[in-house]
């Protein structure tokens, strides 16, 4: 039993290779530690969204998340900047952060790079926002993708730093949640790389696609012109739906396709048409929930308002201790 944060970042949709990628793990996850998930708008920030936007983008990751699976009664789930003690400690670690270390992280090199225009400081710190975050309910376990490791670092240093400075050992320092072998990787369906990756249209496969739109895409993703040998090992394109089918059809239903590749009479329209109905077969009951959620806002405004007092609660208590520790005293 872990305390275990995670952050949500309020953009895009979730697609099949987040939901097994991730969420399948959160879910499982949750009913061992104790979670808290948060959406992080306070860093979405740094892009400047329209007030309509930056509602509309928490709103919609909020829905998709509880739609997956995130449970409200075994979980902390909450909005960032619904816990103004979050705040607090950025603030407070940003006086230990230094202008060097925060200008090396890669993913504040790679933002300078591709967004010269708007270097501001809420990016350069985005690290010690991230570390806030986690520490603020003294937390051991961070799950994080590849992308998330160096951030991982930096909190690790800034949690260390603290300690260091003051003399204690208050704040645990946190490392990734591994979630081993039950990590399955999701093609796109361009043929190469995940999903989710590459910003082609048609590449991902959302949980709120309609029907539709999922038998269109299935429809499109690319194939080549078939196997020339019997049993020959499957190029990219045609592993990756073979890796789509194992995770949405029944496993005879893989059985047979792969019979079929390995007598070369596969024929790829075929597979995909029962790859597109196993997908809407699949995707289904997501959207239902995730239209009939949207809907609700009694309910999503209870489960945030629920979310925000359990959370405050951890973090005002962390709150109090770190302002004795670093001398904020009454008189
Ligand atoms: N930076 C993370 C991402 O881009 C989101 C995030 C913000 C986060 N704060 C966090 C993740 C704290 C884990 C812990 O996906």
Redesign the pocket.
Known sequence: MEIV?????PTGNLHLGNYFGAIKNFIKMQKENKCYFFI?DY?SLTTHPTPNDLHGNVKQVLVEYLAAGLDPDISTIYIQSDVPEIVELYLLLNMNAYLGELERCTSFKEKVRKHPENVNAGLLTYPT??AA??IIHKASK?P?GKD?EQ?LEMMRTFARRFNRIYKTDFFPIPSAYNFGKALVKIPGLNGVGKMGKSEEEGNALFLADNEKVIRKKVMRAVTDSGPIEMNQEKPEPIKNLFTLLEVVSSPDVVAHFNELYNKCEIRYGDLKKQLAEDMVEFCHPFKEKIEELSKNNNYLRKVVKMGAEKARESASKTIKEVREIIGFKEF
Not at 5 to 9: A, D, E, N, T
Request: charged fraction near 15%; proline fraction near 0%.
């Open positions: 944060v995670s952050g949500i970042r992080a860093h926002l991230m975050d986690v961070v994080v998330q951030n």
